[in-house]
């Protein structure tokens, strides 16, 4: 029997605890707040995303070259519904999500706790972990509290900075970087953009299903489609949450940045030039403004008519040269958003950056700096898209080490 310890009883953490324990191994889980598993309380609205079918190499970013698709590959959705199967989690399947079928967090939670308590796991809360010091073969944890453990191998697990008010902190990348890891500059994602542009606050409140493009120094770098919401400071919603790493980075990098929002995706320029003359043709007596009634939404069309730059709202429609129709017609196709970052960590669901993969053996998760020492989760410098593929890093990390702890 091998004693293994392991920092951070989140995600990643249970289940690696989980799949040592059940090979043999002697577990003991380290979690600084009262209870494990407090963030996977909060993911996907209380439902827990747990996965994604739609599972791709491109939906997992990192600054390292290495290949950080491969613990996804090696232990992949099949594997971790069936681990979670073992556990009594049916899978419901939403599009591409995944949930568990009782749509609840609670019961992911519930079910990684009790096989925690069955295979005898001890699991010390309360206890936060402030040193890591290698011994020999053997390793020493040291508390807050000033305790001292010994074991023979470390799974590290401790997360990354999204939410601190879930209790995450720098400390896990300083028990790394005391071992001569490197970590890569942390920015939040998954998050809100912020916006100075007057629209946020003109559509305040306002769900709009459209299509959203990032632009950096004037470059197209990534589309999106689905529900966007304003706010009073900037936009939200899931096609921005997949844009904010960019805006992140962006931001830091003091790069421009802009969004492009399309209103009217499915139709070209053209299409609604000739929708807008069919319009004035019917209602020649309206003003700019109802003339767009029932067609888009009365704030977004005071925002386009300002960027339209075409005059007062409630002048004659009449009045609209071509010209005119066309920038309202450019307006709805690219009503333009000045980016200026995100919002912090408080409101953000992952980290960018993190503890390099370039000093990790991603077919172990082993440390290639710190012999007997495993790294998992969000931790490590690899961030998913929103959509369940943050927790299937943390579910294969996971894997991967509690496998790879026992062989190697
Ligand atoms: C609001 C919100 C919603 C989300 N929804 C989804 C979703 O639906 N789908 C999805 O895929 N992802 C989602 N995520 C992201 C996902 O929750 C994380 O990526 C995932 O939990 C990371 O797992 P982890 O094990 O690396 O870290 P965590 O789950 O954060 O666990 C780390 C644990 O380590 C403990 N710890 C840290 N330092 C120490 C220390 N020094 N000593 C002892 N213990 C320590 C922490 O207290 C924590 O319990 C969401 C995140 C948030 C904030």
Known sequence: MRDIAIIGGGASGLVAAITAARLGAKVTIFERQNRIGKKILVTGNGRCNITNIDMGAERFHTASKKDCYQPVVSKNVETTLAFFKTLGIERLIEKTKVYPASEQASSVVDVLRMEVERLGIEVLVDTKVTKLKPEG???NVLTEANDKYTFERIIVATGGLAAPQLGC???GYSLLKALGHHQVPTLPTLVHIVSPTKYC?????MRFKSEVS??????KVRTERGEVLFTEDGLSGPPI???SRIAADSFAKKQACEIHMDFMPEA????????IYERIGNGAHKTIEELFIGWLNKRAVMAIIKQADVGSPVAPCENLDYEM???????MKKLVFEVKGTRGFKFAQATVGGITLDEVNLETMESLKAPGLYITGEVLDVDGDCGGYNLQWAWSTGLVAGESVLQN
């Open 137 to 139: 073969v053997k390793w």
């Open 201 to 205: 606050k003109m559509m305040q409140g």
């Open 241 to 243: 949450f997949q844009l």
């Open 169 to 171: 902190d720098e400390t």
């Open 325 to 331: 129709v066309e920038a309202l017609a450019e307006a």
């Open 268 to 275: 070209t320029k053209e299409d609604l030039v000739a929708t």
């Open 214 to 219: 990032i632009l950096v120094e004037g470059t």
